[in-house]
């Protein structure tokens, strides 16, 4: 690097008298000049601490210039620094081959010390600018890199919804705290057929930082517009050979698996998503595991699709875990054909669903132990008053379990409780 | 033990209706307790069939699929508008007739799995004995789960080459859904048929059971769905035959 204005220099030629008087010339006016007297000529041998400025005698024998003025050029590192050629006066053409090849400038014999230093100093400072320049390119690109992050983070936040249903008798909420900037976890809750259900997701996209959180936002958006289309394809399935089964999810004994209020809904954002993903984006090779809740706020049923996520635990008043919700399909956007399954559960007055993302199990402390899912059960089984509660609960535990260590995955949780009968 | 009966014909013009409103009527004068549902919502019509006007629809199947009501809000007793004595009660759940309803259900669609809740609380609120489903014609979703649930199913049809081929259609449906009992219908027979050889040939042709072959009529075509036949004419041979099929559904 120029260093006051006075930099180092590397003549590059044989042991020819003339050279060192040039050495000297330059030393003299305050400049570094070091000398390479001898094969191989290879740029390679300065490459580790590169000159701010070349200076190449022509005549130097077994010295191909072109070669090495590509050789120069084509090194990363030193593609910047400048090159004044010393020639013989009629070696034109070695010259102008060589400033083809992005040599800067030439002097020709006899070589005079003053337009020596004089270009020296010329091309020293054009090589500060360039140095400069690419270091505030590089810094600008930092920052820009920075802002987009920070875009990307608004909209993200974008992705998740800014208030949860609240139906009557009912608390729901959510904690969201991401690892990086951009998270590949998300969850979402909102109403379905005309408010007859609450329909809630949490998800983890098996990945992190940007390229999870694209993922991310691709499997919100298909599974909610998915989850508002009415319609069911499965139904076609009946003129097919795999019909649906009598028996499954009867009601009184009658009804078989055939929809009832938000099953189509909850069948239709799983397993569309899922054809999707696998059909428009397999060679991603990204999946998300995925938990999707339907429930009827009158009666406090539950229809879900656990899509390969960690299950859910729905936990009595007394803090005991009454279920855990295990999967009933892979992932999202593992399988192309992948059969979900809708399973049924309960959840009475003064029991809460509580579900999250690994990121909470998988929390490390300063020794780089795990939270595990023992300490977070210890804490579901104190009964907390509120869904808030509970996740405040468990989010003061886990801040505290991660003291003086990083947090290495998104941490995600939403919490569905039925009030007690007042 | 309450029944769902479901009345499908593949394609419009079979009777399907007032076939519904019909049987519906004869089970409710043997004292039953009789819910119809239109679920031709994009077509409705047997509300005309129990003498509802437009203006006397006051809640209708779709302010329950569009989360207004509840279903059994949308059920209107049509007893008394059939006949003074008649012994059981029967209950109506219109579709409606708005242009800008029937326009609605078309853009947005709706939940169809809130037909099937809704079918099983309107067995439980009204206490119903049977539940008959005025199906859309043709198949669709609606028209699938109805198929489904039912405890039986009438297909009608007109003794015709498109309805001939439409009617295999519904049959092998049944027969994939499992329905426990299917029973055909054919209607407007013209008078000139031999109606046990049509009985004979349609068994055969779909190896179903054939409830009844019912021959044209100038009484029910002169009625023009004014009122229910079976009612108005209690010992014409249709009605015999009407009470026949009434009979073989609550087998």
Known sequence: MVENGKGRLLVVGGNQPYLKSLSHHLEEAGYRAAQMEESPWTPERFKSEPPDMLLLDLRTPDLNPARFVAQVRADEGLRDTPI??????????????????????????????????????????????????????????????????????????GFLPTELPQPAGWEIAARFQPAREVAGDFYDAFTLSQNRRIGFVIADVVDKGVPAALFMALV???????????????????LEENRP???????????????????????????????????????MNMFATLFFGMLDPSNGQLAYINAGHNPPFIIRPDGMVKAALKGTGPAV?????????????????????????????????AARGFFTEKRLLTILNRPADSAAALLDHIEGALQQFMTGAVQFDDITMIAVRRMRAS | MSKIISVHSFRGGTGKSNTTANLAT???????????????????????????????????LNDYLWGQCEIEAAAQEVTSRVGAAIKGRIFLVPSS?????IARVLREGYDVGLLNDGYERLIDELKLDVLMIDTHPGLNEETLLSIAISDALVIIMRPDSQDYQGTAVTVEVARKLDVPRTLLVVNKVPNSFDTAEVKARVEKTYKCEVAGVLPHSDEMMTLASAGIFAWRYPSHPVTAKLRQIAAMLME
């Not at chain 1, 030439?106 to 090589?127: C, G, M, N, R």
């Not at chain 1, 049924?344 to 998988?362: K, M, R, S």
């Not at chain 2, 089970?27 to 919502?41: E, N």
Request: hydrophobic share 40%; charged share 25%; net charge negative.
């Open chain 1, 84 to 157: 004044v050629l010393l020639a013989a006066a009629d070696d034109l053409t070695g010259v102008e081959q060589c400033l083809a090849l992005g040599a800067e400038d030439y002097l020709l014999a006899p070589f005079s010390p003053t337009l020596l230093k004089s270009q020296v100093h010329d091309y020293l400072e054009i090589a500060r600018q360039r140095h400069e320049a690419r270091d505030r390119a590089k810094r600008d690109e930092l920052l820009k890199i920075e802002h987009d992050l920070q875009v990307a983070r608004l909209i993200q936040a």
């Open chain 1, 220 to 238: 919100r958006s298909l599974t909610r517009a998915f989850a508002r289309q009415n319609y069911s394809l499965s139904w076609a399935d009946v």
């Open chain 1, 245 to 283: 089964q009598r028996g499954g999810a009867s009601h009184k004994g009658r009804g078989h698996a055939v929809p009832s209020t938000g099953t189509n809904a909850l069948k239709n954002a799983v397993q569309l998503t899922n054809s999707y993903i696998t059909d428009n984006h397999g060679e």
């Open chain 1, 333 to 365: 956007g593992m399988f192309p054909a992948a059969d979900f399954r809708i399973e049924y559960a309960q959840i009475d007055p003064g029991e809460v669903l509580y579900a999250y993302t690994d990121g909470v199990t998988e929390v490390r402390d």
């Open chain 2, 26 to 60: 004869l089970l409710a004068c043997d004292g039953r307790r009789v819910g119809v549902v239109d679920t031709d919502i994009s077509s409705p019509g047997i509300h005309v069939l129990f003498g509802l006007e437009e203006n006397d629809i006051k809640a209708s």
């Open chain 2, 97 to 101: 007739m708005k242009p800008g309803d």
